[in-house]
């Protein structure tokens, strides 16, 4: 009677546990620039990463387990950023991680995530060296970065401009950008007129736009993030010279650009990985979400976290488990379509399957330029 009363009190005990333990969320760490020079985008990262956060939650989470995102703020410091990796991994227990904001901030976490095996989607990040070192569990969401500008090479070639101007900050993903611009000019026949690189937080670059006019560029190449692309329009401004054509990377595909810029942001040209109600599926529904959310329109930093969320989720359900291995396997070879396109990688996971828009501000909104398949205006030369 003791023995049968003793198993019929470990079994309750056994399913009360059992309860509990399926009870617990998965959770998925993350580490953003919420402050520091990469808070704008670190900011629509983090909006798209709960936004996914909520809409999975919504149709019953991943495998019937609620999902937790848990999101630390590195400062924008890549050494702030490693050891909240080391924590999300060893002491919070985390199940899987984000990568973090910036090409620069997830070289520095990769060689942590690699030691305990986490596969990682870089939605933040597009470095091409992120994929040169033998790193087995790097994923990219992004177009990488030395083909952000083939869209935009190819329009100033069709329109029979030659001399390009190439200026760049010394973050990795500036000069991945910079020496990818390099290599796409030569096979579209254009020529390299000025090749420059400047130190990045240099505020003032009116000494590098005086070097671009005096090379008789027809178009500018500026490499960098928001800072850099407005401080750079603004020098053009301060020296009272404009290229026929301006092209700024990745922070003049975002708001802030115009609005710290007003009308002299007009004209500029950037690589874009989304826009808002782009055809793809999904897209629409989640740029109606987003505003409603957080009263704002989201920029394309918030739509390639949330399309990480939608990669991970396709591989766990895929896999119908939660083992890192398995997940890893997967990711290798899925080939799924997300709220900002295709994914699919090569064998060492960088990304070969997305494709980047190109962007152009006219009348104070953006408006699709390349491809011509979905473009939403023709660009404009000055």
Not at 21 to 44: F, H
Not at 77 to 105: H, M, T
Not at 292 to 301: D, E, L, R, V
Request: glycine share 8%.
């Amino acid at each position: 009677m003791k023995k049968s009363g003793l198993f019929v009190l470990k079994l309750v005990l056994f399913c009360l546990l059992s309860s509990v333990y399926a009870e617990e969320p998965i959770k998925i760490g993350v580490s953003l620039g919420l402050t520091g020079r990469y808070s704008e985008m670190s900011d629509m990262q983090m909006k798209g990463f709960k936004l996914w956060e909520h809409d999975i939650n919504k149709k019953g989470g991943l495998l019937g387990r609620k999902v937790k995102v848990i999101i630390h703020d590195d400062k924008s410091d890549p050494l702030i950023a490693k050891n909240i990796y080391e924590d999300l991994i060893l002491k919070e227990r985390c199940d899987f991680v984000f990568g973090p904001y910036s090409s620069q901030i997830t070289e520095a976490v990769v060689p942590i995530t690699e030691k305990h095996h986490y596969p990682l989607l870089t939605s933040g990040a597009s470095a091409d060296r992120l994929w040169q070192k033998g790193y087995r569990y790097v994923f990219g969401v992004y177009t990488p970065a030395s083909k952000y500008t083939i869209g935009f090479l190819e329009l100033i070639a069709a329109n029979n401009l030659n001399n390009i101007a190439i200026v760049y900050a010394d973050d990795i993903v500036s000069i991945d950008i910079a020496e990818g611009a390099v290599k796409w000019a030569k096979r579209f026949g254009l020529k390299v007129v000025l090749m420059k690189m400047f130190k990045k937080g240099t505020r003032d670059l009116k000494y590098i736009a005086l070097k671009v006019k005096d090379s008789n560029a027809d178009a500018l190449i500026v490499c960098g993030h928001l800072d850099e692309s407005i401080d750079m329009r603004k020098s053009l401004k301060g020296i009272g010279w404009y290229p026929k054509v301006y092209y700024a990377s990745v922070g003049a595909a975002m708001q802030e650009y115009y609005d710290a810029l007003g009308i002299d942001a007009n004209y500029t040209f950037s690589s874009s990985q989304w826009e808002p109600y782009t055809r793809f599926p999904g897209s629409r529904e989640f740029t109606d979400s987003f505003i409603k959310k957080y009263n704002a329109m989201p920029s394309y930093h918030a739509a390639t976290a949330y399309a990480g969320g939608q990669i991970l989720e396709a591989a766990i359900k895929k896999a119908n488990s939660f083992d890192r291995a398995k997940i890893h396997d997967i990711l290798l070879v899925m080939d799924i379509i997300t709220i900002i396109g295709r994914y699919g990688v090569y064998t060492d996971g960088m990304q070969k399957r997305h494709f980047n828009l190109i962007i152009q501000w006219q009348n104070g909104k953006k408006e699709i330029v390349w491809p011509d398949e979905i473009r939403t205006a023709r660009p404009i030369f000055k």
